[in-house]
C-alpha cells in the first residue's frame, strides 16, 4: 500500500505536478483554473482514505482526477470567456517555453489530446492510459491514431 506522507509529498509533487497542470491546462486553456485543478488534485490524494496500490496507481490516479475535474470545469462553464487585456498580449504570443508541436497537440480535440499527450509527453504506455482513463487499450490506440492523422494534417497546413 503506497500512502502519500509528510516525507515523500514534496517530491510526490515535484514529479506529477506538471503534468498533472499540464493535462488540466489544455482542456481548461485558463493557467488560473488549471491552477486550481493541480491543488485540488493533489489534495484529494493526500486526504484519499484507501492509499493506493503503488506509485503507479497513484499517477494513473492523478491523471484520470485531473480530466475529469477539468472536464467538470468546463462543463460548469467556469472559465470566463473574456481575457483582460494585459493578458490578451501574452496569450496572442506563443510563450517561448512552449514548442510548435505541443502548441498544436494542446489545439486537438480534447477526447484525442489529452490521450497524445499521456503517451508523448508523459511517456505513458498505451494500458496505463487505458487504466487512467476508464477505457480500453483499443480505444487509446485509435484515439492515438486520431491524433497522429490530426497533428499531420495540421503541421502540413502551417507549413504552407
Partial sequence: MFQITHEN?????????NA????????????????DI???CFSAAIHHSGGFNDEKHLKNWLMRMAEHR???VVKSARVKRS????????????????????????RLP???KTVVYMFYYEDMPAADIAQ????????VYKRLAKGRKLLKISLEEGMQ
Fill in 132 to 139: 487512467a482513463l476508464c477505457i480500453s487499450e483499443n480505444t
Fill in 110 to 112: 480534447d477526447i484525442v
Fill in 20 to 35: 498533472v497542470y499540464r493535462i488540466a491546462l489544455g482542456i481548461v486553456r485558463s493557467p488560473e483554473e488549471a491552477e
Fill in 70 to 72: 477539468a472536464l467538470n
Fill in 38 to 40: 493541480l491543488m485540488d
Fill in 9 to 17: 509529498a514534496s517530491a510526490i509533487f515535484r514529479q506529477y505536478a
Fill in 83 to 106: 481575457v483582460p487585456l494585459e493578458e490578451a498580449e501574452a496569450v496572442a504570443a506563443p510563450q517561448k517555453a512552449h514548442s510548435e508541436l505541443l502548441d498544436t497537440v494542446m
